[in-house]
């Protein structure tokens, strides 16, 4: 039933979008993407530096001479010998300032491993508000065909699951593993400076661990993706089902409903423990290598000791060193510091496999062509000159005029506003090869009230689809005064154009709220007047806060019929040349219907209107009729002459399908 489809990424796009991110890092937050660079690295010198103090200077420095002087009988107390009277060979300085020393450097640590924790959460915060920012954005300017093809469960995901995870990406894995990396960088440049051998032992485990993690990554990485994408499938259900549940309890399909739900749990299931279990196994046994590493360097380390092998490394590549048990102290914590990351860099591996598959998911949305608006031709406020033509103002009038540039450098043309609409000769399909209207003529003068009649399915609501630019036709014309459509600005076209679309759509918001939408500065006023002339007055009264009261969810708690009430005011307060009814009455009883028919009448007046309507009363005093039947106009004219034809429209009309 769900149609929820989220599509596999590419390798490449996940590539592609990390670059992206690291640029919009890179632009938005260039002060602070160093300072964190910095602090990581300064925390991955201040491990190694812990380690190396730890070794050679504690061990090496201070304790094993210590012991050597109680062993030489120069003390009777190594430990007040130390303190008094060991200076470190490589500071010059005691014991106990040397323990500030090491202290001071824990502290840094801390700190930079703070400030970059800190700022990291603060730009992958910031990053994550600017791409729901862009999404919401570019989302506003999204063809409505982009709407056709995509479900809504799938746009949320990209909101809700894909923006969160590149959070969690940025914020924790990126430094982590950058962390990682310097970390090992740190530990593997100081083994080689302390000695050669040992460091081969701890890189050969370390290339094992390696292989290790790459074949258990690989493995997991595939199922954390399924397994994304089978949550947003399954959140796509769930959502599916909370709002077509009143048609799941009416076809008593609650049954039917747990087991497909159970299907998408069950597969969610299996795809998190296949990740898990990969995840799970990776983790022990990398610890399971280091614990090896660790103790085949105390073996061999120790066993250089008790033989006094001489050793090899950048710090004494001529005259070479004996091992010493600070310098096996230090090769244990430096391994340690080399291997960590390893398996830590695994776990953050998936992550960041998710988050940059969620990553160009939202850079596919986000590079989705907009609308394309050639339009050059404007709608201006004007008033009349002395000779009755239009001049342009900045004030409101109530009149409106086009306002043409020309390209030639001539002039700025201004034409009334009237209302006429001429289609000619259109044919359009949603998909390509799938036509479903053909060749359609219509000529609307203005004032004119024109009515579409036909079968389900006929292409009445596609007309009006076409009017405002909803999608674009594929051949013939229509024109707005005498202008090509095309050339109009369309967000002017629509504002020129009042539509009561055939499905009622409230927002959450006062009833106040709601007709305001079809114009924001309208005065309170005006509201109310809109509200009355669409008839809608007397039911607001009677809700519990009147013009105040809340609608949620679409309006659920008013009936259709009202919603289409507030509808028709919504449109009625917009105040435009052209208006567009799509079963505008369609919900309302016959005696409302009379009284709005009244009152829409009164905001007809003057205006083109196009009226698509199964009752008859709503267009028997319609100027043309037209009848439509597989997208072809097959009858044209009024009320009475088509009756008179004894054509569709007799039939439909004798038939009662056209409901009296
Ligand atoms: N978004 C869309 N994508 C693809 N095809 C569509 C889309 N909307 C409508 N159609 C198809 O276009 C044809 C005309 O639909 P349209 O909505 O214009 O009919 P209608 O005359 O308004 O019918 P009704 O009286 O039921 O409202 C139908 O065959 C329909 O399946
Ligand atoms: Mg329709």
């Not at 009149?399 to 000769?425: C, E, F, M, R």
């Amino acid at each position: 039933m769900s149609t929820n489809k989220r599509p596999e990424v590419m390798k490449g796009a996940r590539k592609g979008a990390l670059k992206r991110l690291f640029m919009m890092i890179m632009k938005d937050y260039p002060g602070y993407f160093f300072l964190v660079t910095f602090a990581i690295m300064v925390v991955a010198f201040a491990g190694v530096a812990n380690s190396f103090f730890v070794g050679n200077i504690l061990i090496d420095e201070f304790i094993q001479p210590s012991l050597d002087a109680l062993e030489a009988g120069l003390t009777t107390n190594a430990y007040t010998y130390m303190l008094n009277n060991v200076t470190s060979t490589t500071f010059g300085i005691g014991f106990v300032p040397s323990l500030m020393v090491l202290g001071g450097i824990f502290i840094i640590g801390i700190l930079a491993s703070y400030t970059y924790n800190f700022f990291m959460a603060y730009i992958a915060q910031g990053i994550q508000k600017e791409i729901r920012d862009n999404l919401f954005d570019h989302m506003q300017n999204l063809p409505v065909s982009y709407f056709d093809q995509h479900t809504h469960g799938d746009v949320m995901s990209v909101y809700t699951n894909d923006v969160d995870s590149l959070r969690e990406m940025l914020a924790r894995s990126i430094p982590m593993m950058t962390s990682s990396i310097v970390t090992m960088f740190a530990a593997f440049v100081i083994m080689l400076f302390t000695d050669f051998y040992l460091a081969i032992v701890v890189l050969l485990v370390g290339v094992l661990m390696f292989f290790l993690t790459k074949f258990f990554a690989s493995r997991s990485g595939r199922h954390f993706i399924k397994m994304q994408m089978e949550l947003g499938r399954t959140n796509g259900y769930i959502e599916e089902m909370i709002s077509g549940q009143k048609v799941v309890k009416v076809f008593n399909y609650e049954k039917k409903n747990v087991e497909e739900f159970k299907k998408h749990n069950e597969e969610l299931f299996t795809q998190s423990v296949q990740a898990n279990r990969y995840a799970n196994i990776l983790m022990p046994a990398v610890n399971q290598l280091g614990n090896l590493q660790y103790a085949l360097i105390a073996l061999i380390g120790g066993l250089f000791v008790i033989n006094g092998v001489k050793g090899l490394g950048f710090s004494d590549l001529l005259s070479g060193h004996i091992y010493s048990m600070g310098l096996i102290t230090s090769f244990l914590l430096y391994s340690k510091s080399f291997t960590q990351p390893i398996g830590q860099m695994a776990m953050q591996l998936n992550t960041v496999t998710m988050a940059l598959a969620g990553a160009s998911r939202i850079f596919a949305m986000t590079d989705e062509p907009v609308e394309i608006d050639e339009g050059y031709v404007e709608l201006v406020n004007a008033r009349e000159d002395e000779n009755g033509n239009p001049v342009e103002v900045s004030e409101h009038t109530g009149k409106w005029a086009w306002k043409h540039p020309h390209t030639d450098g001539s002039q700025t043309t201004y034409t009334w506003l009237k209302g006429k609409i001429n289609v000619n000769g259109v044919d359009f399909g949603y998909v390509p090869n799938k036509i479903v209207l053909h060749d359609i003529t219509v000529y609307a003068e203005p004032g004119q009230k024109i009515a579409f009649v036909g079968p389900t399915g006929a292409g009445k609501t596609t007309i009006t689809n076409l009017l405002n630019r909803f999608y674009d036709i594929a051949d013939g014309k229509i024109r707005y005064d005498d202008i090509n459509i095309n050339k109009i600005k369309k967000a002017d076209l629509r504002r020129s154009l009042g539509m009561v679309f055939q499905d009622t759509k409230l927002f959450t918001g006062t009833v106040m709220e709601n007709i305001r939408y079809g114009k924001l500065d309208a005065s309170d006023e005006e509201v109310y007047k809109a509200a009355k002339l669409a008839n809608a007055d007397t039911f607001i009264q009677q809700l519990p806060e009147g013009y105040n009261t809340v609608l949620k969810n679409g309006g659920a708690s008013l009936s259709q019929g009202q919603r289409q009430l507030l509808a028709i005011a919504r449109a009625a307060i917009a105040n435009p040349p052209v208006l567009i009814l799509d079963e505008a009455t369609s919900s309302i009883d016959s005696r409302t219907e009379a009284m709005v028919t009244k009152g829409m009448d009164a905001i007809m007046e003057g205006r083109t209107v196009f009226v698509i309507a199964h009752r008859l009363s709503t267009i028997k005093n319609s100027d043309v009729i037209m009848v439509l039947d597989h997208g072809h106009i097959i009858e044209r004219g009024s009320h009475d002459a088509l009756l008179a034809q004894k054509g569709k429209y007799y039939q439909l009309y004798t038939g009662n399908a056209i409901k009296e």
